[in-house]
């Protein structure tokens, strides 16, 4: 809209100077200077050029044409501007009316494939969240072979050195495999996005399941299942961060 406006105040002061300019009376002075005057500016010279002007005259004469085209000017383009709103809401105007009607003489037309939109998109989106949480890559199906209970139930240190391990192998630098650093910072990325993918997957399937007609949409997780995945990334993370408390600790008394 901006450009529109832009482009319309350029183009109206184009048009007025182009078609103003063949209209003015030209005045050639002794120094060289050319004093413009409308032909509704009232001011005549008297004095003749050869014998001297009155230069406090002239100075007056001209801020005065001065002023009476600036006012042109912006009279000129106050009425388009003023016209381009006036027909740009007459247009939006027309143009929401002639969508309200049509809405209210296809209203079942409308509302079905409203629906299946509605549906299609959540179904869609659900699947998305189920792919994206089934990768072979992602941590959340680290250690999928036992459950959330067995899981817990081992040994901190000999967990912790499991995963260790696994972020080395999984998150190097390919440019620099012997680089800790690199694995450590991606592995803290990477389990945070899966929580908030896991927090965005149970606000969708929360709101899809309160739908009417929730029969028509795919729950490929339930709601206690998500919330098992959200604890086992919430308990990897905890043992990941068991040991980089102790590890700052320790080097901290070394140095």
Not at 11 to 34: C, M, N, P
Not at 53 to 77: C, G, H, P, Q
Not at 119 to 136: A, R
Request: proline share 2%; glycine share 2%.
């Amino acid at each position: 809209m901006k450009y529109i406006l832009v482009l319309l105040t350029i183009g109206s002061f184009w048009l007025f100077f182009t078609t103003h300019t063949a209209e003015l009376d030209y005045v050639t002075l002794e120094d060289g200077k050319i004093l413009v005057f409308p032909p509704r500016q009232e001011i005549i010279i008297t004095q003749n050029q050869k014998t001297g002007v009155d230069t406090s005259v002239l100075a007056k004469a001209e801020v005065e044409n001065r002023n009476i085209i600036y006012n042109e000017i912006y009279v000129n383009i106050k009425q388009e501007f003023t016209t381009f709103i006036t027909n740009a809401q007459e247009s939006a105007t027309g143009l929401i009316n002639f969508i309200t009607t049509w809405i209210q003489q296809h209203k079942l037309r409308v509302t079905c494939v409203t629906a299946l939109s509605i549906y299609g998109i959540i179904n869609i989106m659900l699947c998305h969240y189920y792919y994206k949480l089934t990768q072979k890559t992602k941590w959340v199906v680290w250690q999928k072979e036992r459950s959330n209970a067995e899981l817990f139930a081992l040994p901190h240190k000999q967990l912790q050195q499991q995963l260790l391990n696994f972020i080395h192998e999984a998150c190097a630098n390919q440019q620099n495999p012997i680089d800790p650093s690199h694995a450590l910072a991606q592995f803290i990325e990477e389990i945070d996005k899966e929580l908030k993918l896991l927090a965005d997957y149970k606000k969708l399937l929360y709101v899809a399941q309160r739908l009417p007609l929730s029969r028509f949409i795919i729950t490929w997780h339930t709601h206690e299942k998500i919330t098992q995945l959200h604890e086992r990334l919430l308990f990897i993370k905890h043992i990941f961060f068991s040991w980089l408390s102790v590890y700052n600790c320790n080097q901290t008394q070394n140095c």
